[in-house]
């Protein structure tokens, strides 16, 4: 038994010897040889004397396009329903894209994954959106193989293939495909737009922004808005001049080179911003309310021929009340009081300004193109991500970022700002009455994949040289996993089995080009597609869908549970006639097939799961969490992925500052906008703190009760945590300090949630982008003195203790 068992020893060593030896032999031989790689590749002749040597170029030389390859402006709008635009039959006029839609083809069937990330994902990459890791947007990643939120090696970029084979590549606007951790100075830039095959960026990282002070990224860098809106400024023109710039800079320079430009602004997302004239537009448009327009707006549809002419409109509350989410209710217009209803009508027609405006900006650079003789042979698809957006709450909202943090909307603190609305004092989003009035006839809006309302949208192709037809509708069933196999088969390329070194997932939809030549109702050459988003599923196979009756971020769970439903959409558009009892084989065969999808592209699990909880997960971050903080003045915004967390917990802010003039003055430290957010400054020789929470007027505001002369101090705050409030805010007590001394406190509550989505990141010395507290214009740069550093602690330590180590720190 010892001899067995010394021999099974032995053979074991030998084997891993023997292994180790293979591999390491392996591993030699997949390396290059250089060799080998000039004999390969050179086809010139190398002698001893360059002078009898012959020079051969081909492997050295990057690809050109194809001759004749066409330009791709592609843009891409947010949350908007089908029934939103002029060239639908909606009330929003959009002259840039009528124009494109006379000229080329409008796509009646065109559909989405219902959110951002993961619709982008999709377009970016032609794979399934649990395929490129965004089962939702980046702040809902996951560990997971579905829902990481990095887009991984395995799904290449049409920014990658396009450079790679001769194209200038350029990407504009909204990218909101980075990990939130990695949105920083110093974080990784592997998921950056200039890292993932776009030559230049302009825009801005995250889910939104604010239109009026934005925040903005060139390339690889945080930078300032060049003006700002009391000069005029908004992002939509911003992003239109700069688009402009860049296609005048490369055609200086490589004017036979072909570019693909993505073009994403900010519209429709909400913050909904616009100048006053495009609103003044749209005053009293939509005094009828929301379910008189989705009553106007059908017949236009049908019209118009996007949707066939016997679709019915869905009910406006169409999940049944033991499921439906309150968030997501849409209040009978007939029951709103007077103020309300002004209100609501007002909040659409900011929306309407904002896309019309975004729009006409658009325009100035298709005029461009037309001007420079460029537009004849350019594709532009102009798009919408997902449907309208049902995150303004039933009552609507001056600050969107109440929903991100759970807590209700008051009639009353909405109405002061009425006459505002728009503008900067506001962070609006219209209720979700609006939403399923942008998205009829379907049922419900942006989240819901299981239902059209959150799925199908806006999409019209306009091509002079290559599509013949001129202002026809499509009506073949497409999705947005579609648009990158129709890119590379219009310019003559494939997307590799491999690309630099990594085995290529499939691309996961197929090429729309057929469609160019094909007659409206031509059968579809897509085959299947599967759905889900937020614990929402459904799957569509051959004309029928099947949909799991499921309410996202609620929390509910129980999917094993769901209802499924079935309904014939080449026939009802509308998913208004549930055929689960009459074709219970048909459901229960698709069912299976969308478990077989969920497998192929890694879709589970499903999270359900609120908005707050999936924003406030911790993930990995290239610096390990901690319970101290130090920050020096003049750093680019820190963003809040990966700033100090003093969400729902005791804290404290330290500042180590000396003071060189008696009126100095500035701020000291600042995170947020005036939306949400927190400030300590000096103004006036005193000492003050903010925390502007959510918006709501008046600010929490603290102020000294004694004057500061020159001289070195530390100057803080530390706010205690007693308890939770019914909205799960943070209730408890501040206090104020100079040095050691207190110098004012008082009751003070903290948002359960973050400050924004995205952008407003934390300061030193000044305040970025939108001020935090009314007391100060931004920058806010502080001056007449100096400060050292500021230490933010979330650890239980006294105030007194920390302030003593504060002074030995900052001046060793």
């Not at 001056?783 to 050292?788: A, D, H, M, Q, R």
């Amino acid at each position: 038994m010892i001899k067995q068992t010394k021999k099974k020893r032995l053979n074991q060593l030998l084997g891993g010897i023997l292994f180790c030896t293979l591999g390491i032999s392996n591993l030699m031989s997949a390396q290059a040889d250089p060799r080998e790689v000039r004999k390969e590749n050179f086809k010139g002749e190398i002698q001893l004397d360059v002078r009898k040597s012959k020079a051969d170029w081909t492997p050295y030389t990057p690809k050109k396009a194809p001759a004749g390859a066409p330009n791709i402006l592609f843009v891409l709008f947010d949350d908007t329903g089908l029934a939103s635009w002029s060239p639908y039959g909606g009330i929003i006029n959009m002259p840039t894209l009528d124009k494109l839609a006379n000229n080329g083809l409008i796509y009646s069937q065109w559909h989405t994954t219902a959110l951002c990330s993961p619709t982008r994902s999709t377009l970016l990459t032609g794979r399934n959106h649990h395929l490129t890791g965004n089962a939702a947007i980046t702040e809902g990643a996951n560990g997971f193989p579905g829902a990481h939120g990095r887009i991984p090696a395995q799904t290449a970029t049409i920014g990658q293939i396009l450079q790679d084979n001769g194209w200038s590549t350029f990407w504009l606007g909204k990218n909101h495909n980075v990990p939130e951790q990695d949105v920083s100075a110093g974080g990784s830039k592997k998921q950056w737009p200039t890292q993932m095959g776009f030559d230049r960026f302009y825009g801005f990282i995250g889910g939104e922004t604010n239109q009026w002070y934005p925040d903005l990224i060139e390339d690889n860098g945080f930078i300032e808005a060049p003006y700002t809106p009391e000069e005029g400024y908004h992002l939509s023109k911003d992003l239109a001049d700069k688009a402009i710039q860049y296609l005048k800079d490369q055609k200086a320079t490589n004017p036979s080179k072909p570019w693909f430009m993505w073009y994403c602004p900010g519209a429709n997302h909400a913050p909904h911003h616009a100048p006053e004239e495009y609103i003044a537009k749209y005053k009293g448009k939509f005094d009828e309310g929301y379910e008189a327009y989705r009553k106007w707006v059908l017949p236009r549809m049908i019209a118009k021929g996007v949707v066939p002419k016997d679709t019915k409109l869905t009910p406006l509350n169409p999940i049944s009340s033991d499921i439906a989410a309150p968030g997501d209710y849409v209040r009978p217009w007939n029951e709103l009081k007077p103020e309300e209803k002004k209100l609501f009508s007002r909040l659409a027609e900011v929306y309407a300004g904002f896309s019309e405006y975004t729009d006409v900006q658009i325009g100035r650079i298709v005029e461009y193109l037309e001007k420079t003789g460029q537009l004849e042979n350019t594709i532009v698809i102009y798009a919408a991500d997902n449907g309208a957006s049902g995150e303004g709450s039933p009552n609507g909202s001056v600050n969107e970022n109440k929903f991100f943090n759970g807590y209700p909307d008051e009639l009353a603190e909405n109405m002061k700002y009425i006459d505002v609305l728009g503008g900067p004092d506001t962070y609006e989003h219209f209720p979700t009455g609006w939403a399923a009035a942008f998205s009829a006839p379907f049922k419900m809006f942006k989240r819901y994949s299981e239902y059209a309302g959150g799925t199908c949208d806006p999409l019209i192709i306009s091509w002079p040289k290559g599509i013949q037809a001129r202002g026809e509708v499509r009506n073949q069933y497409h999705h947005s996993t579609d648009i990158v196999p129709t890119i590379l088969d219009v310019c003559g390329l494939e997307m590799p089995t491999t690309y630099k070194g990594t085995p290529q997932y499939p691309v996961s939809g197929v090429s729309m080009k057929y469609t160019f030549t094909s007659t409206p109702n031509s059968k579809t050459e897509k085959k299947r597609q599967y759905y889900a988003m937020l614990g929402t599923r459904a799957i569509w196979e051959d004309g029928w869908k099947a949909v799991a009756r499921h309410v996202p971020i609620t929390g509910q769970g129980n999917f094993e549970n769901d209802i499924w439903e079935l309904y014939h959409v080449d026939i009802d558009r509308a998913e208004a006639n549930d055929l689960a009892k009459k074709y219970p084989e048909k459901l229960d065969y698709l069912v299976k097939a969308w478990f077989e999808e969920a497998d192929k592209n890694l879709v589970l699990p499903l999270d359900d799961r609120t908005a707050v909880q999936q924003l406030g997960i911790e993930r990995p971050s290239e610096e390990a969490p901690r319970e101290r903080y130090i920050y020096y003045p003049h750093t680019a915004p820190v963003p809040e992925g990966v700033a100090v967390n003093v969400r729902g917990r005791s804290y404290k802010i330290l500042a180590d500052v000396e003071i060189k003039d008696e009126n100095a003055s500035g701020v000291i430290f600042a995170h947020g906008s005036r939306f949400g957010g927190h400030s300590l400054f000096i103004k006036d020789k005193k000492l003050n703190y903010v925390y502007n929470f959510l918006g709501i007027q008046p600010e929490q505001q603290f102020i000294s009760s004694t004057s500061l002369k020159p001289g070195k101090y530390v100057l803080g705050m530390e706010f205690n945590r007693e308890k939770t409030g019914k909205n799960g805010e943070q209730i408890g007590t501040m206090k104020l300090y100079i040095n050691d001394q207190v110098v004012a406190e008082g009751p003070m509550k903290t948002q359960p949630g973050k400050f924004t989505l995205s952008g407003d990141g934390l300061c030193v010395g000044y305040d970025s982008g939108d001020a935090v507290s009314k007391s100060y214009t931004t920058p806010g740069t502080f001056t007449g003195g100096e400060i050292l550093g500021v230490g933010v602690s979330i650890e239980k330590a006294q105030y007194i203790d920390l302030e003593k180590e504060a002074l030995q720190k900052f001046r060793d």
